[in-house]
């Protein structure tokens, strides 16, 4: 049975739209004037995305995804060849004056491919062939994100991963091997694999005036920013951080710091509440799903925003070291909110479709 679309996650989502476009119109005079206009029409793209989307039934959703998986796929290879290089990574096709980043859209068939595979299977526990399987049709994906080099979007897709394995029923002692496993590829990524600059990142945040003017310079603008806004803010376009370019990436990954900055600390509650209310909703449709698939695709769309919001709320508040993680439908980038407002429209696929009545 066909339901309505769920009024509170959709009124949660505008929300956070409605204060992606005042932050992006408070920062177009200072990053670019054409930032508004597009962040406007990327959002009524998505909005329409979402609810077209919704009426999409979960057992198509299910026939499709190893084919849009193999599309995301390939299309992961072909950025690594044609892809246009931006500040040290290869990830955006060009089209005229449009960009496109794969990554954002081959996660969102990763999650797809992987709710239909977890859905076929049989047992409450995952074998280790099982488990291989599905830490593969994860990996793959986030592997090729890697090569980019693309750290911000890569981390994303590890949630998926983790919760894929916690949905299949992965035994208590394997999650102990992959704690021990996880730590030792810790030690070993920071004497082989990280550059300086990133082991300086995650140095700066257990000691903030490590280097206040290099390497910390982004995290004590942010947290000044934040500061700043006191209790009521100091006004759309006033902030002295944004508006005097103190603050970098500010309609990227920083983009919270503007807003807390012009709204204070009730414009940024709101926005916490915002996204709590949409990562409710979205459990919810996990709780009155009509089948295991439907459970599925809502928890791991779930997880996937839920650490993207943690982190990146965590990397502006100078909690976490900066990954670039932008912060979900609110951060500028057409990629990245089309690709959301997707994922969000296969969640309302399951709570339109629902069994319970409600």
């Known amino acids: 049975m066909e339901h309505r679309i769920d009024a509170w996650l959709i009124l949660a989502v505008a929300g956070i739209l409605g204060a992606s476009l005042v932050t992006q119109s408070a920062v177009s005079g200072v990053v670019g004037t054409q930032l508004l206009t597009r962040q406007l029409l990327w959002a009524c793209g998505g909005m329409l995305t979402l609810l077209a989307l919704s009426r999409v ?97 890569t981390l994303t897709y590890l949630p998926v991963a983790v919760a894929g394995l916690w949905l299949g029923g992965l035994p208590r002692w394997a999650w102990i091997g992959l704690v021990v496993l996880g730590i030792l590829l810790g030690v070993a990524s920071w004497q082989t694999v990280l550059k300086d600059f990133q082991k300086e990142r995650v140095l700066t945040v257990l000691d903030p005036e490590r280097d206040p003017y290099g390497v910390g310079y982004q995290v004590r603008q942010s947290k000044i920013a934040v500061g700043a806004g006191g209790l009521a803010g100091e006004g759309v376009g ?71 919001v943690v982190v990146n709320l965590g990397m502006v508040l100078g909690l976490l070291p900066t990954t670039g ?18 994922a969000l429209g296969a969640v309302q696929s399951v709570w339109r479709h629902r069994l319970v009545n409600q």
């Not at 709204?263 to 209310?277: E, I, K, P, S």
């Not at 993680?325 to 997707?342: D, E, M, Q, V």
């Open 238 to 308: 006033r902030g002295s951080q944004s508006l005097l370019r103190f603050l970098p990436a500010q309609h990227t990954d920083f983009a919270f710091a503007v807003w807390a900055e012009a709204t204070g600390f009730v414009g940024a509650t709101g926005l916490f509440l915002a996204y709590a209310l949409m990562l409710y909703r979205i459990g919810m449709a996990a709780a009155v799903a009509e089948n295991r698939h439907g459970l599925v695709l809502a928890v791991l769309v779930g997880a996937w925003l839920a650490f993207q």
């Open 57 to 153: 039934r979960l057992d198509l959703y299910a026939r499709l995804a190893p084919l849009l998986y193999v599309v995301g796929l390939a299309a992961l290879v072909a950025v690594l060849v044609f892809g246009e290089m931006r500040s040290g990574t290869r990830g955006w096709f060009a089209i005229g004056p449009l960009t496109i980043q794969p990554s954002e859209f081959a996660r969102v068939t990763t999650i797809l491919v992987v709710a239909a595979w977890l859905a076929r299977r049989s047992g409450s526990r995952l074998s280790a062939r099982e488990s291989t399987v599905l830490v593969a049709l994860v990996g793959v994906a986030g592997g090729l994100v890697a090569l980019e080099p693309d750290l911000g979007v």
């Open 325 to 342: 993680i932008t912060l979900p439908l609110f951060s500028y980038g057409g990629s990245s909110l089309l690709s959301t407002c997707a």
